[in-house]
């Protein structure tokens, strides 16, 4: 599948807030077709000097919404990610074995309904790494296509500037997904047959539910960061997902294959 037909599909399957946050590919194309359009002589004219400044404007504009949108979702995350664990906490303490009014019932159904909200909550941070994934890779896509069709040589520049941005530099979030997965293990483990329940339950949510678009995410990062012969020092590494629960989770209940 062609890139922009992928990044048009991703766009769909992503959060409906999250739509206009993208790459805007198809724009930076055209500009490319028309920067390499235009005739030798007219290298250096009014005209090329206005498409090439435009360009340049787009993708710059660009760098700053991918790293606004992303550092306002990190930070969303770090104080979703304290509230989580104050109201696991708060739960033990209240219906818990040694809690003020213990009670087995109601201790099991408030776990059950933030367990439930972490797996949401896990969702929407592979979501923020695979944004971070895809448009890293259309910048680089966009980049080559400009040095390919005029010979120019802004690709290594630029993506050297991108690796130094926010949005690129998901350590964070990704140890926030490690953690997310940890506690799904340890603080909420269920029998196999009631995970199952969960999974078939969340697919079948309509409209945007967060298990379906967390599916689609992890296809795409696999996708684009696959090894093939078109990979160069501007790829991706491939994507390594972890053996863990709630993985194998999103594999067992997927309507679509994820392939490890």
Known sequence: MKFGKRLKQQVQETLPDWRDKFLSYKELKKLVRLISSA??????????????????????????????????????????HEELKQRIQKVIDTWGPSGSQPSEAEYKEQMRKIRKNIINFHGEMVLLENYSNINYTGLAKILKKYDKRTGGLLRLPFIQKVLEQPFFITDLVSKLVKQCEYMIETVFPVEEEER?????????????????????????????????????????????????????????????????
């Open 39 to 80: 005739p030798p002589f007219s290298y250096g004219s009014v005209e090329y000097g206005k498409a090439e400044a435009e360009f340049m404007r787009l993708l710059n504009s660009e760098i700053d919404k991918f790293n606004t949108f992303f550092m306002e979702q990190e930070e969303d995350f770090i104080i979703r």
């Open 196 to 260: 199952v329940k969960e999974g078939r339950e969340a697919i079948t949510v309509a409209g945007e539910g967060i298990f379906r678009n967390t599916i689609a995410a992890l296809m795409t990062m696999q996708e684009i960061r696959r090894g093939s012969s078109t990979c160069s020092h501007f790829s991706l590494p491939p994507l390594n997902l972890p053996d863990s629960d709630l993985i194998q989770s999103l594999q067992l209940n997927s309507p679509i294959s994820i392939v490890l």
